[in-house]
Nanobody
Framework: EVQLVESGGGLVQPGGSLRLSCAAS????????MSWVRQAPGKGPEWVSA???????TCADSVKGRFTISRDNAQSSVYLQMDSLKPEDTAVYYC??????????????????WGQGTQVTVSS
């Protein structure tokens, strides 16, 4: 059974940090490109960041310089280090996997696998 399980979300004050994790199982993790997508309340989904199977990374302008994506193929996990958090970062964060390429997409059906999400709330 394929699973992507996100964790690490929670409530944090503006300016704070969180580290999200996404644990993968049931597929050859090291061969997949991994992405983070978020959806804020009442808004459409937003592509956040991605890392390909070779370790190259990219991210949205809205999080550049504040968020860092990484992966550990031995642990079949992808991470999102989020620093200098702002209230507008409040969202459910999903990890997604695709065997072909970094999709820069927010459409769940375009990915091979999609997690259940973890809530991040940035508020004082």
């Amino acid at each position: 059974e394929v699973q992507l399980v996100e964790s690490g979300g929670g409530l944090v004050q503006p300016g704070g940090s969180l580290r999200l994790s996404c644990a993968a199982s049931g597929f050859t993790f090291g061969s997949y490109d991994m992405s983070w997508v978020r959806q804020a309340p009442g808004k459409g989904p937003e592509w956040v960041s991605a890392i390909n199977s070779g370790g190259a990374t990219t991210c949205a302008d809205s999080v550049k310089g504040r968020f860092t994506i990484s992966r550990d193929n031995a642990q079949s996990s992808v991470y999102l280090q989020m620093d200098s958090l702002k209230p507008e970062d409040t969202a459910v964060y999903y990890c997604a996997a695709d065997a072909t390429a970094i999709l820069f997409s927010t459409t769940r059906d375009e990915y091979d696998y999609w997690g259940q999400g973890t809530q991040v709330t940035v508020s004082s």
